[in-house]
């Protein structure tokens, strides 16, 4: 299968779509008899309304989370070909999207962090053409309204402001206007948010947003191991790529180098802000598919031995189906 999707073939468009609703057949078959969804944080709802969305029946919530699964795919398969950062074109970023979007049962449902993946993917694209831009102070200012955004849908979202500077670090001389565009352009959103709470007499709830930034990393985790044994053959997979990509690191395009590192802080950051929710969801860690998701295509895109790397992915496919279905 990994050999047919190393390549552009239209085709595999249909494939994917098939293969979408194959990762989801543990959940279908199993069908909930009620799934919550909440599009939007408190604090975004005093002043935004979205009806409907806790009527939406399981099998609808679940057919438009797969449908916006394959969307996310597509759109972050042609971002990754664009930017060449695997050994050629092909539908592989879109197949390991689809795949790290089904590996736990809350991944396969409706959430406010599946919903952010679409700006995380956009962020994505803007932070590999910051090195690129003569002047990258109108796309840092783009990105931090991006990240305010998401912040509406996902609080957690906001830590993403740390990828800010971490991305001028790695594609830029320093130019302290550039390191404080995308603060503004976040600001710009919540300073307008304030003035609503603010007409309301509601300013002291909007001083209550904030307040999970304080919140202490934990330092015990209540962790179900045999929930994440999944997480086996992803792991070894990601090892290999990472020998691979080590190997590669020095004969590889520096725009190419500095775009891993930056997906490398991406996947930390978008793993450590659960910290800001204290009831987070499982259904959080969707946010780093699509950092994890490059560097397993670039195994697969990489990988000589075709008996190894197709074995490892119909291992890592059957675990995934397994681990849903028990």
């Known amino acids: 299968m990994i050999n047919l999707f190393r390549s552009l073939n239209p085709i595999n468009l249909i494939i994917l779509a098939a293969y979408t ?6 959940i279908l078959v199993n069908l909930p008899e009620k799934l919550n969804f909440e599009f939007l944080e408190s604090y975004t709802k005093f002043f935004i309304q979205i009806p409907l969305t806790s009527t939406f029946s399981p099998l609808l919530n679940i057919s438009i989370a797969s449908v916006l699964v394959f969307l996310q795919a597509i759109l972050f398969n042609r971002i990754i070909n664009n930017h ?3 050994a050629k074109p092909s539908y592989l970023p879109a197949l390991l999207y689809i795949t790290g979007s089904s590996l736990f049962l809350q991944f396969l449902i409706l959430s406010p962090p599946l919903i952010c993946n679409f700006l995380l993917i956009w962020m994505i694209d803007k932070f590999m053409k ?3 831009a003569p002047n990258a102070m109108m796309m840092m200012l783009d990105i931090g ?3 305010a955004i998401g912040t509406l849908i996902y609080f957690p979202f906001i830590v993403l402001l740390v990828m800010l500077w971490l991305s001028l670090l790695l594609y830029r001389s320093f130019n302290w206007r550039e390191w404080i565009v995308g603060l503004i352009g976040f600001l710009t959103i919540f300073f307008f948010i ?3 709470y603010y007409w309301n007499d509601s300013i002291n709830q909007f001083y209550q947003i904030w307040r999970p ?3 202490k990393f934990p330092s015990i985790l209540q962790i179900n191991y045999d929930d994440y044994l999944v997480l086996i053959p992803v792991g070894l997979i990601i090892i290999l790529a990472t020998l691979q990509l080590r190997e590669n690191f020095f004969r590889s395009f520096i725009s190419t180098r500095k775009a891993f590192q930056m997906l490398f802080f991406i996947f930390i950051v978008t793993i450590i802000s659960f910290y800001t929710k204290p009831d987070f969801r499982v259904y959080h860690f969707i946010l780093s598919v699509p950092p994890g998701a490059v560097l397993l295509a670039y195994y697969f895109s990489n ?3 075709r008996w190894v790397y197709e074995s490892l992915f119909v291992v890592l496919v059957l675990c995934i189906q397994y ?3 028990v």
């Not at 609703?21 to 543990?26: D, E």
């Open 323 to 325: 681990f849903l279905f």
């Open 194 to 196: 304030a003035v609503y």
């Open 130 to 132: 910051i090195g690129k």
């Open 21 to 26: 609703l194959f990762m989801r057949l543990a």
């Open 303 to 305: 990988a000589k031995k």
């Open 145 to 147: 309204m991006i990240i």
């Open 213 to 215: 930034l304080a919140n």
């Open 84 to 86: 060449g950062l695997l």
